[in-house]
């Protein structure tokens, strides 16, 4: 409503509730100073305050509205003030990204390791659509927008360390496909595990070797293949699987396979998309996924290509608050005689199987790793 509209009805009121009460005052008045009082003098006191307590009705009914009006733009102001400084924040990071970029020098010849796989200019794997689709883009806008949705250094590091226990008694050299910011890789070499990695994006490896850790700039599949048979100690690749192409991920897997040591470790990370939640935002959200791979999908593939003891261990849980909730049924309606409160019970027992099934559904967990070992 108009902010001039509510301020009359406010001052309308404000007048009405003001004359009433002085009615209400004289009436009192007069009748304090009649020696004789009659009904009439009654009714006519009781007319008026009945006429006051309307009155204080409209006047706390307009400066309700008022307030509410208030709050709503206070509302609309702080949303605007929030989102201005969310844009803000976006585009500072991306800047910050470029000038690392400009300053680093990542897209100068000679960015890749002597003698490492010749680079591609595309994420692995992916079809020609799909490059043209988001790899005209700078690379340091993917950098960035992996800030943004992925989470910071921090709260990845936090994330992949829990990988690190498998790798930790396995021979040199581990490998991380897609290393991404170096995250896993500094957490390996933290606990003494010689560890390389490899990525698409050159200022994704500019970015690890500032971390002090060995990152190069190549395509994860030519890497592998330049890699001796029986000779890595192990395969790691965390969120990478879903922007690969279904051929690239079976060479990926059958290559690995090859080249891992006997016992060797393989470790597979990705959104889990048998969760609703996480399909629906982390996975779409990021336009250079190509498909999405179930849980059973990947445990096959490793299992047909020789690898034992293949797990899926999942991780990042939905937060409780974001589950549909339980309806609590007492204990006396279920054993109540009366034939209402059974059919409330048969509701809530309905509602509660219900919201069951769509919780795990929807609501399960976000990433899952398939996990195993070179026969």
Not at 115 to 128: K, L
Request: with cysteine; hydrophobic share 45%.
């Amino acid at each position: 409503m108009n902010r001039e509209i509510l301020a009359r009805e406010r001052a309308e009121a404000d007048q009405r509730y003001n004359d009433a009460l002085t009615a209400l005052d004289r009436a009192i008045t007069d009748a304090g100073n009649t020696p004789d009082l009659q009904r009439a003098d009654f009714d006519r006191i009781a007319d008026k305050l009945i006429l006051f307590l309307q009155r204080i009705t409209e006047f706390v009914d307009s400066k309700d509205r008022e307030l509410a009006a208030d709050a709503i733009e206070r509302i609309a102001t702080n949303a605007a003030s929030i989102a201005a400084v969310a844009e803000l924040r976006t585009q500072v990071n991306v800047l910050n990204r470029a000038l690392r970029t400009a300053a680093l020098g990542t897209h100068a010849p000679g960015a890749t390791a002597p003698g490492t796989a010749a680079p591609t200019t595309h994420a692995p794997g992916t079809s020609t659509k799909h490059q043209a689709a988001w790899h005209q883009a700078p690379e340091h806008l993917y950098v960035a927008f992996e800030d943004e949705f992925r989470g910071s250094d921090a709260a990845i590091a936090d994330k992949v360390r829990r990988y690190v226990a498998i790798f930790e008694r396995a021979p040199a050299p581990v490998i991380d496909l897609g290393c991404g910011r170096g995250e896993l890789l500094a957490a390996l070499k933290a606990v003494g595990v010689e560890a390389k990695g490899v990525d698409a994006n050159a200022e994704m490896t500019a970015i690890a070797r500032e971390r002090g850790v060995d990152a190069i700039h190549g395509d994860a599949l030519a890497f592998l293949e330049s890699c001796p048979d029986d000779s890595l100690g192990g395969i790691v690749a965390t969120q990478v699987v879903e922007h690969l192409e279904p051929s690239y991920l079976l060479r990926l897997i059958a290559i690995g396979a090859r080249k891992l040591r006997a016992a060797a470790p393989i470790v597979l990370e990705t959104i889990n998309p048998a969760c609703w939640l996480a399909f629906f935002s982390s996975y779409i959200r990021d336009i250079t996924h190509v498909r999405p791979i179930h849980p059973d999908t990947l445990q096959y593939l490793l299992r047909a290509n020789g690898f034992e003891r293949v797990e899926i261990r999942y991780s990042a849980p939905v937060p409780e608050t974001i589950k549909l909730k339980i309806v609590d049924v007492p204990a006396s309606m279920r054993t109540s005689a009366d034939p209402a409160m059974a059919t409330i019970s048969a509701i809530g027992d309905a509602l509660n199987a219900n919201a069951a099934i769509l919780n795990s559904l929807m609501f399960t967990h976000l990433d899952y790793a398939a996990v195993g070992f070179r026969a």
